[in-house]
């Protein structure tokens, strides 16, 4: 299973970005997939997820201003910013829990990451 993240660059603050993250290589059943971040120096932390039932769970720093949506078919996940500012900083790293089709159990994948800058 491969997640790869595309979409990401520098942006001036107040602008928005959107992020993709495509999953491939076979089959699988998806339970939750999301967005983590990482600014320099600092900790991984969440930013949004989305599950099987179409729930969202927001970061607490998103403040309403990123979503979330999914094309199923394509099997990429969006990740929607808007209002960035400098805080926003960091690389973007999608998360997905799967399971295989040839698999009986859940397991978690990171995809590479993508730098986001915004310029104040």
């Known amino acids: 299973v491969q997640l790869v993240e595309s979409g990401g660059g520098l942006v001036q603050a107040g602008g928005s970005l959107r992020v993709s993250c495509a999953i491939s290589?076979?089959?699988?059943?998806?339970?939750?997939v999301g967005w983590h971040r990482q600014a320099p120096g600092k900790q991984r932390e969440l930013v949004v997820t989305?599950?099987?039932?179409?729930?969202?769970t927001y970061g607490d720093s998103v403040n309403g201003r990123f979503t979330i949506s999914r094309d199923k078919a394509k099997n990429t996940v969006y990740l929607h910013m808007n209002s960035l500012t400098s805080d926003d900083t960091g690389v973007y790293y999608c998360k997905a829990r799967l399971k295989r089709s040839n698999s009986g159990y859940y397991q978690e994948y990171w995809g590479q990451g993508t730098q986001v800058t915004v310029s104040s």
């Open positions: 989305i599950n099987s039932a179409g729930r969202i």
């Open positions: 290589g076979g089959t699988f059943s998806t339970d939750v």
